[in-house]
């Protein structure tokens, strides 16, 4: 047993769930990138074992998918639909509703990370002078983009490496979380709007409309064209990342979007994140422990492959060290899983995002995005609907996941 690995490894886990280091300004994405270099300077792990343990179709697909989502973003879609949104006649559950309904769309087919970060400035100052409580509706914004990107494979992060890991086919995974997906939804604007109904049921101040958001429009359907190919390319027998590359490819090759624009609008952290954590978790997986901790696992019925081992694990992990850093540790430890377990864990693992202010990447992009416009969500606000929504939301998909035949209990 490498004790040595193995405390590094321990060390980045518990970074990924405080999120900082105590007197230092480093992040998750710091504190994985601090523990490879530990590991490279031991020699624990080389240069090309660290080549080999990091999965380089699952950073292409992550990368294509966030040029596609720049091109939205760039044609100016997330502002122009932010604002019409915002501006919506109505009355405050119908606007609350409106909220949830487009971000949880536009998060099945596009990065949720991208759309909280892009819509929450807009939806928070639209909804502040319409006299109205901005914190329902931010909680409406994340609980449905996470809740809707459990759609599909290419609606965040931990779905994009499920699926690559996984092999798991595009549509066949629609058919299993699309309905699941929907159902919370509706479950998600039940929760928020019972919780805070008192906010709701103020009268809202009619607000002069905006002049619309300026925008491309032809770039906007260039956008939404390059998607349709994508999801047809994903049926064909050509690999998911080489077909979102040849995608991604084309719609830098623009004579009006500058490549240097679109290419800084990607999430370079993140990616460096993964890419970080793919060595971390590739070398805990190749010490005694980690086999002794798999073993353990199986023998006492606690493995990830029936949904009384999943939800547990989805939840409590998720809920500490972040839905991302959880399903790559499950992964970089699960010998054999069946499509229908990485099917389960991918939708159990994202509706489990949605508990605490710290379960995914979107809440704490909703969070900071939010104070940066005047808007405080504390983690206690948070905790009111999340709570209550992840759990309605998990029961919903286990309810489905077992009745469908997808995993057993």
């Known amino acids: 047993m490498d004790s040595f690995v193995v405390a590094v490894f321990f060390l980045t886990y518990l970074g990924m769930a405080v999120g900082s280091v105590p007197g230092l300004k480093l992040d998750r994405t710091g504190i994985a990138l601090l523990a490879v270099v530990v590991l490279l300077v031991s020699g624990k792990v080389g240069v090309k074992a660290m080549g080999t343990s990091i999965d380089v179709p699952t950073l292409l697909l992550l990368f294509a998918l966030m040029i596609v989502s720049a091109q939205f973003q760039l044609a100016g879609v997330y502002g122009a639909v932010a604002t019409r949104v915002a501006e919506s006649p109505g009355s405050a559950r119908r606007l609350l509703a409106l909220v949830i309904a487009v971000s949880g769309g536009l998060s099945a087919v596009l990065a949720n990370d991208v759309v909280c970060f892009a819509m929450t400035p807009i939806i928070a100052e639209g909804i502040r002078r319409?006299?109205?409580?901005?914190?329902?509706?931010?909680?409406?914004?994340?609980?449905?983009?996470?809740?809707?990107?459990?759609?599909?494979?290419?609606?965040?992060?931990?779905?994009?490496?499920?699926?690559?890991?996984?092999?798991?086919?595009?549509?066949?995974?629609?058919?299993?979380c699309a309905a699941p997906a929907a159902l919370s939804l509706v479950a998600v604007h039940y929760c928020v709007a019972w919780v805070w109904r008192r906010e709701l049921d103020?009268?809202?101040?009619?607000?002069?409309?905006?002049?619309?958001?300026?925008?491309?429009?032809?770039?906007?359907?260039?956008?939404?064209?390059?998607?349709?190919?994508?999801?047809?390319?994903?049926?064909?027998?050509?690999?998911?990342?080489?077909?979102?590359?040849?995608?991604?490819?084309?719609?830098?090759?623009?004579?009006?979007?500058?490549?240097?624009?679109?290419?800084?609008?990607?999430?370079?952290?993140?990616?460096?994140?993964?890419?970080?954590?793919?060595?971390?978790t590739g070398a805990f997986a190749d010490t005694d422990m980690a086999r002794h901790w798999v073993n353990w696992l199986a023998e006492h019925g606690w493995f990830p492959d029936t949904l009384k081992a999943m939800v547990p694990v989805a939840l409590a992990a998720s809920n500490s060290i972040g839905n991302v850093p959880a399903v790559m540790l499950i992964l970089a430890v699960w010998p054999t899983p069946d499509p229908g377990a990485l099917t389960g864990l991918a939708l159990l693992s994202t509706l489990a995002g949605n508990f605490l202010l710290v379960g995914s990447m979107a809440n704490i992009i909703v969070a900071e995005r939010a104070a940066s416009a005047g808007c405080r969500l504390s983690f206690g606000d948070f905790a009111r609907a999340g709570i209550p929504m992840t759990l309605l939301t998990m029961g919903l998909a286990v309810a489905w996941l077992r009745l469908g035949g997808w995993m057993t209990w």
Not at 161 to 171: A, S, T, Y
């Open 130 to 176: 319409r006299g109205l409580d901005p914190r329902p509706y931010l909680l409406g914004l994340v609980g449905a983009a996470n809740a809707g990107s459990a759609a599909t494979l290419i609606g965040n992060p931990q779905n994009i490496l499920i699926g690559q890991v996984g092999g798991l086919d595009f549509w066949n995974f629609l058919a299993a």
């Open 202 to 280: 103020a009268s809202p101040v009619p607000v002069p409309a905006h002049p619309p958001a300026e925008g491309h429009r032809w770039q906007a359907v260039k956008g939404g064209i390059a998607l349709a190919i994508l999801a047809l390319l994903f049926a064909a027998p050509l690999p998911r990342e080489v077909g979102a590359m040849v995608i991604a490819a084309l719609l830098l090759a623009s004579r009006r979007m500058s490549s240097r624009e679109m290419i800084g609008l990607v999430d370079w952290h993140l990616l460096l994140l993964f890419a970080c954590l793919f060595v971390v």
